[in-house]
């Protein structure tokens, strides 16, 4: 027998939960379903395991530098097993308190298993078939795993099995320079290990502006990371604990040998085995969930929001996705993705915290380009901290006076640059910030003082890509 609900919500990740949360406050009954773990890829292995393990390595990483500051301590060593108690600890607390949360929702079943469509109204979990004249799709998504020449013959690792790693590796090879490879990467060298990142880009983060790729790269080698770039022709050989990781294209040639291997080339939606056909529900070329300004698909009655519909990658932009779709459905209240402004940080230490366009697009896109770089050094917070690495920069349009993005590569980067984030949706002119009196000693303190010293940039001089 099928049974009836007013609601479907597949996936209990960063949009599931909220969503399924204001149906029910809505007082409609709904169906939640979960083929995993509560929380999806954030809470289990994503952003809350990674940065707990960023911690970690950050104070691994200050420890050896403690004398500096005038504080003694031993030999610093790192207990991975240990790292990986507090990290699971974080983790699993994060998890219980979603299970906690769902289970306290007044209408709402939770059902446990794989949720497939047989129809545009219908899902099959396990034994049970369900229907609902609204489904909203929050499926998440996973590691690419590549079909490098070998792969199969050699052990290798995700952004899953890296975090239960429960001993250092002695080399750990990473192809992929992006979030994953950069984070794991340096984590794992300041907990002792030999890491080599291989990456096809010609340049790391190559859609960052040229000034924070070179910075970016310097900030790793200073630590002892090894880089390939230019790695287009991947070729795996070897076997546990002898890995052999080939690119004959590179030049110069490379063959790096490891214990370990980190594959981190990117993500793919959760949809190849979602029914969506039965549904009729539109997929683009990569299988992401092809939806419009306010996360509906093609077929009337179903949503999809998060990492499977391609707008997005972020635990902020699937967050953001549940918010749109609660306001357009709920709310009468129009929400639009586009409204959005691109915002992420990439965390290595000192992190990268991204807003809006970089310089290399915002000259693309014909703005009156203005820039204000301040390096980090001449950050008295970061001095007085011992963290001067990296660099802030405001990108402005001359002509109406907004600002168009900045980058700030540096210690709290990641916090400070919310004050011109909300200048930008605010909508209000760049002096804005700069008549604002900042608490000393910030960070955040010298984001005035670099809009106050604006430099036009030319198109001819925009950075290569
Ligand atoms: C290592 C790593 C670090 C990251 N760090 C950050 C960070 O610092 N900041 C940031 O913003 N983002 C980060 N991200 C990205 C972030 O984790 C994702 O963007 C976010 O979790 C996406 O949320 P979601 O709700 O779209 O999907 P998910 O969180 O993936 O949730 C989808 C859920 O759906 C379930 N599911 C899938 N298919 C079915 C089905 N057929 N039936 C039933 N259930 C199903 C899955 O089990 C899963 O629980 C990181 C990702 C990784 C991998
Ligand atoms: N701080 C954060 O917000 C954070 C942290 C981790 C992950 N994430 C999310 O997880 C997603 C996945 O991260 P990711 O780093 O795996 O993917 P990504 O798509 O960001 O980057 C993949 C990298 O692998 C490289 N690559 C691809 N194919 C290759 C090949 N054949 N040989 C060598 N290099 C190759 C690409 O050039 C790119 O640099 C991201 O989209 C991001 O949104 C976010």
New binding site residues.
Partial sequence: MTQRFDAIVVGAGQAGPSLAQRLSAAGRKVALIERKLMGG?CVNT??IP??AMVASAYVAHTGRRAAEYGVGTGDITVDMAQVWKRTRGISERSRSSVENWVAGMPNVTLLRGHARFESPRTMRVGDELIEADQIFINVG?R??E?D?PGVKTVPYLT?VGVMDLKELPDHLVI?????????FGQMFRRFGAKVTI????KR???REDPDVSEAVVDILQREGIELHLG????ELQGEEGRICVI?ECAEPRMAVHGTHLLL????RPNTDDLGLDSAGVEMDDHGYIVVDDQCRTNVEGIWAMG?CNGR????HTSYNDYEIVAANVLDNELRRITDRIPA????IDP?LARIGLTETEALKRGYDVQVGVRPMTRVGRAIERGETLGFMKVIVDAQSERLLGAAILGASGDEAIHCLLDVMYADAPYRTVTHAVHIHPTIAELLPTTLQDLHSVAPQASPAT
Avoid: M, Q, W
């Fill in positions: 890829t994503g952003c990674t940065k998504g590691a690419v590549p490098f952004n192809v992929g320079g992006s979030y994953i490879g950069l984070e291989v990456e096809k880009g790391l983060l190559p790695a287009e022709c991947i690119a981190a080339v990117g993500r990492d997005g990658a972020f635990t992420y940080a990439l965390y992190p």
